[in-house]
């Protein structure tokens, strides 16, 4: 199915809880965070519905997103049942890896095929520091534990942030010499930060590639996927990295996703305050017809581009937590 400016939609983010085990300090304050009530959250047959509905518009690729998804129970049936609904031919998810060392395997059997695992630092102190609450360790477990399981690729989501990380550039992309691991480096987008987004905080990708340069020669590459990182590979190395670069290189022009949200909310932009309540028609007994020309419409809606940076004001207001990050 087609936005308004002829873009293809075939992928849809599927928050499943706005919940988190940790508080990264760039996405959840510490503090304040009201939690929707479980009731306010769509039950896994009324996402399903959602899923159905979009595939039978010609989505194909689902990802199961958070808050952090690992902690809502049921998940692993859930990404059971996305995998048997015709019409999908790649499940996956993102999460922050904390206990995905004993889920990694039962999830693949359900029929998830790759995973990104969100992994800001490689110092367990540092990493501490960044998510409150992250425990490094349990983190690469889940890391080694979907290299394992034969999830591919497994990917590993680090958001790049000015004088907090970027010293480890090039020990991420280090990783990839001998692992078949897919570093993404995140530029900082102005969504749920507890701190003040500035200019000054972003680590741009001409900066990012710049500082990798002083230690890797490296070339373009291609990596399974629907998304819009671009990708390099050391030559030689097993594995390769890529940079999402929504602030600096707009990729706008080629967004091929919409979001839902755990409270039932379709979103055709992160950076856009545009919105679709599915909840309510859902509890309200919407036929499947009925359902698919509402998510028809919200897909229609699309944006042509986000504008996070020209509204700071309205897009600061926006928690990634909640949208699906």
Known sequence: MEDLYGRVVTYLR?????????????????????????AELLSWDELLR?????????????RVT???PTTRPGVVDFVREVAATPGVVDVSMTTNGMLLASLAEPLRAAGLRRINISLDSLQPARFRHLTHFGDFDAVWAGVEAALASGLDPVKLNCVALRGENDDELAEF????ETMPLHVRFIELMPLGSSHPWTRERLLGA???RSRIAERFAFVPETVEGGGPAKYYRVPGFAGTFGIITAMTENFCHACNRVRLTADGELQP??????????????????????????VGRG??????RHLMEEYLEETAGRRMWTIGG
Request: glycine letters at 8%; proline letters at 5%; hydrophobic letters at 40%.
């Open 14 to 38: 599927v928050s499943v809880t706005d919940r988190c085990n940790l508080r990264c300090r760039y996405c959840m304050p510490l503090e304040g965070v009201r939690f929707k009530d479980p």
């Open 50 to 62: 959602v899923v159905h509905a979009a595939a039978e518009l010609g989505v194909s690729r689902i």
């Open 66 to 68: 958070g808050g952090e």
């Open 173 to 176: 992309v280090a990783l990839t």
């Open 206 to 208: 001409a900066d990012i």
């Open 269 to 294: 932009c992160l950076g856009s305050l545009l919105a679709l309540d599915l909840r309510e028609p859902l509890r309200s007994g919407i036929s499947d017809e009925g359902l698919r020309r509402l």
């Open 299 to 304: 897909i229609r809606a699309k944006p042509e």
